[in-house]
């Protein structure tokens, strides 16, 4: 039949006219070359060159001493900043969204202050503020904590970075349950507590769980605040990216890839639980 | 509730301590000096070329992003072709990936062992595209959702009587996604202003060429010149902030005179 058709010139050229058009969409060929050159051949590129030479050298740079203490100490961000900062992203969503007090608005943003400034100026901000010459941290140090150059510097880098995801996650979806649930829980005798954990928890839980994944991902991942706080101090104050900019400046490119593969599979483990989240809110 | 005010409290301590002194102690320290030793260590040669060079590069990452974020949002929600999941989550990726990840990752295709003979290492090119990948879905996941809502009636009937699909792309899609693209936009800009750890490894750090603003507040930190970083942070953060409210502004009076 198409035989047929394609004896008839007018009707057989439209067609073909139209294929050819569709073949050439523009948008999507400029849009997934743009995406292919910077995502996706980078990122392909990196993975072969860390197995270039088999698995091997990379689990024998993933099992040394230094690079165990910094996956270890990458946890410990983890484990110190993401339970903090969840707790105070959900009471401080719930103060901004349910009550009215004064200087809510100038506390709402604050909030985003993190977002807004260079990791840089983060690691600076605290050692102006918690390093041993500094006016808090002097008095810190006189009582025997060490801030700067330690564990606990990072932290508090860490848990600055990564601190407005919960509260910025958790805010619209307070708004969008609204309160009526909550008047009737507490119209039925529950007290505040009761309420939180039986009714308003369980309808914000995808939030916070965003909130959460978006959390770890940053603390994960943090560099710059971390390198300025933690005097780089190898095998001490060492968390995976410290670990893979140091291997990079000593040449190690084997160390800097299979610590950024790392940290690679656990972005893929991040990206994956965002998309669950994502689908569950909708 | 009685729990509110100590819940306020505490809040407020928690966000005090760990970033409202600390950033309060940096503007502080920046006029420790007074005016003279402020204005000193910001219109120093070096100071000044690093603060050129991150807002010329900033500026160049947000046309790039305003344009190739709007394509790709349209591709991801207009078009259909096999594996648009597999790319619409893969636009996430640079959130998900270490900033020193992302550098490493991009030089290790475009660095000195380039198999297409592509050297970024060290230029400024390597260093807006280091940029470039970090703020990739800012725009992208702006625009994405209006571009959903969006209802086709109208280009329809725009294309029905007779207007090409640039056309109608430009007179009718557009001027629904102006304020998306311009919030996202302003996003990238601070983003890029700010960013340490993608460009650190690619950039080289060479003054005068490819350092920029945060790596020479790095190092200016590391040789213990805090008067200096601290000046040189405050500009950063003020330059961001006048962009930022430019850019709300634009998007208002834009939204005004309905362009």
Known sequence: ?282 | MSGAPLGIGIATAYLSIIVLIPLALVVSKSTEGGWDTFWNAISSPQATSTLKLTVTCSLIVVAVNIVMGTVIAWVLVRDEFRGKALVNSLIDLPFALPTIVAGLTLLALYGPKCPFGINAAYTKAGLVMALLFVTLPFVVRAVQPVLMELDKDMEEASESLGASKFTTFRRIVLPNLRPAILAGAGLAFARAMGEFGAVVLISGNIPFETQVSSVFIFSQVESNNLVAAAAISVVLLVVALVVLVLISLLSRWAARHEL
Do not use: C
Request: charged share 15%.
């Open chain 1, 1 to 282: 039949m198409s035989s047929n058709v394609g004896a008839i010139p007018r009707i057989g050229a439209k067609p073909k006219r139209r294929r050819a058009r569709r073949r050439l969409n523009a948008p999507r060929v400029i849009g997934l070359t743009y995406l292919g050159l910077l995502l996706a051949a980078p990122v392909a590129m990196i993975m072969y060159r860390t197995f270039e030479d088999g698995i091997t050298p990379v689990i024998d740079s993933l099992t040394t001493a230094e690079a165990q203490h910094a996956l270890w100490l990458t946890f410990l961000m983890v484990i110190i900043a993401v339970p903090l900062n969840t707790i105070f992203g959900v009471v401080m969503a719930l103060l901004l969204v349910r009550k009215r007090w004064p200087g809510k608005w100038v506390m709402n943003a604050l909030i985003d202050l993190p977002f807004a400034v260079s990791p840089v100026i983060v690691g600076l901000a605290l050692i102006l503020a918690y390093g041993n010459n500094a006016s808090i941290g002097g008095w810190l140090v006189d009582h025997g904590i060490e801030v700067i150059f330690t564990p606990v510097g990072m932290v508090l880098a860490t848990i600055f970075v990564s601190l407005p995801f919960v509260v910025r996650e958790v805010i619209p979806v307070l708004k969008e349950i609204g309160t009526e649930q909550e008047e009737a829980s507490e119209t039925l005798g529950a007290n505040s507590w009761q309420t939180f954990w039986k009714v308003t928890l369980p309808a914000i839980r995808w939030g916070v769980a965003y909130g959460v994944v978006l959390t770890m991902a940053r603390a994960l991942g943090e560099f710059g605040a971390v390198s300025v706080v933690s005097g780089k101090l190898s095998g001490q104050t060492e968390t995976l990216t410290l670990r893979v900019d140091e291997r990079f400046e000593h040449f190690d490119m084997i160390g800097a890839y299979s610590a950024s593969m790392v940290l690679a599979v656990m972005a893929l483990a991040t990206l994956l639980a965002m998309n669950i989240f994502k689908k569950e809110d909708s």
